[in-house]
């Protein structure tokens, strides 16, 4: 089982302020005055690499302790592979890669038992920075470091429903929610069709591929039905994942001029 090490982490971390830190500088340097919305606009509509995706993939998460304590509860344990969908985007200026993505995965369950059924989702949000080392005819690889949270949703129901004829019985039910600071370690390579320099890649279609480690740096204590509980078993989005992504190239610079 994965079980990141204090130090490591405090490590990961000064490398990711170190990433963070930089592009801020660069953002600083690009800026000379004035209203400061207006600078940034002028930064982002500035032609560079770019794009926006949809992205599918799988996670293989460590719910080994969260499983122990379910089973030995007398509840099922719950899947610890997903499928996730989610969406996102990054800029490449100079050999500085900046992205954003939201993902989901898709809701999973389990009733190995005849009293309860026990079902899980996720959610998590990052924000990654890397550093571009191939870049040739469109294909690009580069190493990903991120910093995000994550969502871990568990859901307890009474096993108590047969059919749809007793869709009048009361059944119990829990739910409970916990949140982690995530670190995300990952390569990435992604592949412009038909790249064109001058244009940057702009209305091209984009393939890419990604593979890499979520880590649950922190977590939150777990709240039942909304009441915070300090007892909870640890559990978190930590484990390896793999993703494919397809998307436009420049599509990133509108969306992101649109919202500000």
């Given at each position: 089982?994965f079980?990141?090490?204090r130090k490591k982490?405090f490590?990961?971390?000064?490398?990711?302020l170190f990433?963070?830190?930089?592009?801020?500088a660069v953002?600083a340097?690009?800026k000379?005055?004035?209203?400061e919305i207006?600078?940034?606009t002028k930064f982002?509509?500035r032609?560079?690499i770019?794009a926006?995706?949809?992205i599918?993939g799988r996670?293989?998460?460590n719910f080994g302790?969260?499983?122990?304590y379910?089973t030995e509860?007398?509840f099922?344990?719950v899947p610890?592979?997903y499928?996730?969908?989610?969406?996102?985007?990054?800029?490449?200026?100079?050999?500085?890669?900046?992205g954003?993505?939201l993902?989901?995965?898709?809701?999973?369950?389990?009733?190995?038992?005849k009293?309860?059924?026990?079902?899980?989702s996720?959610k998590?949000?990052?924000?990654n920075a890397?550093?571009?080392?191939y870049?040739?005819k469109?294909?690009m690889?580069y190493?990903?470091m991120g910093l995000g949270v994550?969502?871990?949703?568990?859901?307890?129901?009474e096993n108590?429903?047969?059919s749809f004829?007793?869709?009048?019985?009361?059944?119990?039910s829990s739910?409970s929610?916990t949140?982690?600071?995530?670190?995300?370690?990952?390569?990435a390579?992604d592949?412009?069709?038909k790249?064109?320099k001058k244009?940057?890649g702009k209305?091209?279609?984009v393939?890419?591929?990604?593979?890499?480690?979520?880590i649950?740096?922190?977590?939150?204590d777990?709240r039942?039905?909304g009441?915070?509980?300090g007892d909870?078993?640890?559990a978190?989005?930590?484990?390896p994942y793999?993703?494919?992504?397809?998307?436009?190239g420049?599509?990133?610079?509108?969306?992101?001029?649109?919202a500000?």
């Open positions: 089982m079980n990141p090490d982490v490590l990961i971390v000064m490398g990711l990433f963070f830190f930089n592009a801020a953002l340097q690009e000379e005055g004035g209203d207006e600078e940034f982002i509509n032609k560079r770019n926006a995706y949809i599918v996670d293989m998460f302790r969260l499983n122990s379910l509860g007398g099922p344990g610890e592979n499928f996730t969908v989610g969406f996102g985007g990054h800029l490449i200026f100079d050999k500085l890669v900046l954003l993505e993902q989901s995965t898709l809701r999973r369950s389990r009733s190995s038992t009293e309860f059924i026990t079902a899980v996720a998590y949000g990052l924000v890397g550093y571009l080392l870049s040739k469109g294909l690889m190493p990903l994550g969502r871990l949703a568990l859901k307890v129901s108590n429903i047969h004829q007793d869709i009048t019985v009361n059944q119990a739910e929610i949140r982690s600071l995530l670190l995300n370690i990952g390569f390579v592949y412009f069709y790249f064109n244009k940057k209305n091209n279609l393939l890419g591929l990604r593979a890499g480690c979520l649950s740096a922190s977590k939150w777990w039942v039905n009441v915070r509980v909870g078993p640890t978190g989005l930590t484990g793999i993703q494919l992504t397809i998307g436009m420049g599509w990133i610079e509108k969306l992101i001029t649109q500000i």
